[in-house]
């Protein structure tokens, strides 16, 4: 597959419950991006990765929110505690350095119960 | 505070006729601007894009509009054809270097043979 993976593409979790969501980038992918599009709107920022250094975080909507990428490839977005207003579509991008080139996953559709 | 908009949810438009989708902004720190195109269940892709330096940029059937005084850029499809129904998002991102891309609410394009 060339292209962004993600997984898994639906999630259905109980409030209170911990998820991890996936993103497999573009092989040799420098920078990736993660977003959260609510339903009717279009993405937000959350957090970019350039390697496996978090260059800015600051759409991360509170600490219950935490991404990683420790090897500079596969990054894994965590939900801790997860309420219901964290539904939405998790979309992963990836670039080979800058965002104006970056290519987007399928999203992971997260639903909270 | 929505700082690129996209007022019209919406667009219906004949086969073989012009589209015309349109974005404001209100941060005049924006200096490139971007539109991607996104079919359901799948991510956004990249359709084309414009920096701030210029005021048009055209390829092949897509032409985007910028104008910097009045703070307004706009996608113009033509001609348009069915495969092109989707939802356009307008995007920019700052001056400066910043690797953050802020999106527009989409527009919900519909072509109809």
């Known amino acids: 597959g060339a292209g962004v993976s993600q997984s898994p593409r639906y999630k259905v979790a109980k409030r209170g419950q911990d998820v991890a969501l996936r993103c497999d980038p573009i092989?040799?992918?420098?920078?990736l991006f993660w977003y959260q599009q609510a339903l009717g709107q279009g993405p937000e920022f959350l957090t970019y990765?350039?390697?496996?250094?978090?260059?800015?975080k600051s759409g991360l909507p509170s600490d219950r929110f935490f991404a990683e990428r420790p090897e500079g490839s596969v990054s894994t977005l965590k939900i801790q505690r997860t309420q219901q207003e964290d539904s939405a579509v998790y979309l992963c991008?990836?670039?080979?350095?800058?965002?104006?080139?970056?290519?987007f996953g399928p999203g992971t559709r997260l639903l909270v119960l | 505070d929505q700082q690129v908009k996209q007022n019209s949810p919406s667009l219906s438009v004949q086969e073989g006729r012009i589209s015309i989708l349109n974005c404001d902004y209100t941060?005049?720190?924006?200096?490139?601007f971007l539109w991607y195109k996104k079919y359901p269940a799948e991510g956004p892709t990249f359709l084309i894009s414009?920096?701030?330096?210029?005021d048009k940029n055209e390829d092949g059937r897509f032409t985007v509009f910028l104008n910097k005084s009045a703070k307004h850029l706009s996608l113009h499809i033509v001609p348009s054809q069915p495969g092109d129904s989707a939802v356009y998002f307008c995007?920019?991102?700052?001056?400066?270097?910043?690797?953050?891309?802020?999106f527009g609410t989409g527009t919900k394009l519909q072509v109809i043979p």
């Open positions: 414009i920096s701030s330096i210029k």
């Open positions: 941060n005049s720190m924006f200096d490139y």
């Open positions: 991008a990836s670039s080979l350095k800058r965002v104006e080139t970056q290519y």
């Open positions: 092989s040799g992918h420098v920078s």
């Open positions: 990765f350039q390697n496996e250094a978090q260059l800015d």
């Open positions: 995007a920019a991102i700052l001056s400066g270097g910043y690797q953050k891309v802020t």
